[in-house]
């Protein structure tokens, strides 16, 4: 199948390989085009770590092209860049024509649908959970894959297309998708916004002077144990919901095959095995500028829409919008714009389950 992926980071990087080595013909487009640049000049893109691999990939010049010359769309970008790509994707897309957002953010796939119900045609949206791969761009044309997931919620948009979903990422990407209850469990089931809270809140001065360091080897006995309190304030507010979620132990032990132990003694496996990887080293960091905006802000909407308020998730978010001297909770451009902290519970289950 003909995918194009809308983005040019390390997660589009190793979705493409992905693909390519699945059989199947990826082509990717980068809105500035700098990220592309080599690769369009005819460098190979090259994968190493969990997928070791080089190829020529084709290139966009435009979104235009990327829509209307692939099967399959794949949104692979920052949620600070996911309006735009909506907004792009909803003005060319084809009626059957599906999308999927690797990974969901802030209900996104709710706008997209109102985008695509506008033109008066109908077009499946797939939401996941997490990402593919992990692992970070090491040159404009190279990529370092740490693991492919073995397991990856999705959703659909309308929840009655979750059976056709599925088949399509299953088809795409193999066997390991697990179907969950609705947009509104997807929303709930994307670790990264607490996980990377607590990793970038207690290393924040190493990004702050560009250090290199180790991202779970850091992720010591004290981090740990924040990381499961802001995992257990997420599992209550799923659970006040009566939906099913993963949690963080489950998360690790899947994304990166370890025995289930504490996060911080995974963690350290993780290290010992020489897969820990490195954490940000700048404040311009997607760990925070992405994921407090989009991650962790509706997840306290959430939270106080049932009574169940994350206060660690608030507290972070505080600490976080006071070290960048912003409100990072202002800068979500897609929640203002669905309106759904004003929405009563019952019609947020709803519009979450069908799309309108």
């Known amino acids: 199948m003909r995918v194009g992926i809308l983005g040019a980071g390390g997660i589009a990087f190793g979705a493409a390989a992905y693909l390519h080595l699945n059989g199947h013909d ?14 369009v000049a005819g460098t190979p893109l090259k994968a190493s770590g969990a997928i070791d691999l080089s190829f020529r990939v084709r290139i966009a010049s435009s979104v235009e092209e990327a829509v209307a010359t692939s099967d399959v769309i794949l949104v692979a970008m920052p949620g600070n860049a996911h309006r735009m790509a909506f907004e792009a994707i909803a003005r060319i897309v084809r009626s059957g024509q599906p ?13 997209l649908s109102r985008l695509i119900a506008d033109r008066g045609i109908v077009a499946p949206i797939i939401a996941w959970g997490t990402t593919l791969t992990t692992g970070r761009k090491q040159a404009p044309t190279e990529v370092g894959v740490n693991s492919v997931r073995s397991k990856i919620d999705v959703a659909t948009v309308p929840e009655s297309e979750i059976d056709t979903g599925l088949a399509l990422c299953t088809e795409l990407f193999g066997d390991r ?45 004290a981090v740990g144990r924040v990381m499961e309190e802001l995992d257990a304030e997420r599992l209550a507010i799923a659970a006040e919901f009566g939906l099913s979620v993963r949690s963080i132990k489950e998360h690790y032990s899947l994304s990166y095959q370890l025995p289930i132990a504490s996060i911080a003694d995974m963690n350290a496996d993780l290290h010992n095995r020489g897969r820990g990887g490195f954490g940000p080293a700048t404040m311009q960091s997607r760990y925070v ?10 997840t306290i909407l959430l939270g106080r829409l049932v009574g169940r308020p994350a206060s660690l998730h608030e507290a972070g978010l505080a600490m976080l919008s006071a070290a960048y001297g912003r409100s990072l909770a202002d800068e979500n451009d897609l929640l203002p714009l669905l309106g759904l902290q004003d929405l009563p519970r019952e019609r ?5 389950r069908t799309g309108h």
């Open 99 to 111: 999308t999927i957002i690797s990974s969901h953010l802030s209900f996104g796939a709710l706008y």
């Open 26 to 39: 990826p082509i990717l487009w980068s809105p500035s085009g700098a990220s592309t640049r080599e690769l």
């Open 289 to 298: 500028l992405e994921d407090a905006p989009f991650g962790l802000w509706p």
């Open 348 to 352: 947020l289950q709803e519009l979450t």
């Open 177 to 221: 998708f697990v179907r969950r209850n609705g947009l509104l469990a997807i929303s709930l089931s994307n670790l990264n916004p607490q996980n990377h809270l607590a990793i970038s809140l207690f290393n924040l001065t190493r990004m702050e002077r560009g250090e290199r360091w180790g991202q779970a080897e850091n992720v010591t006995p």
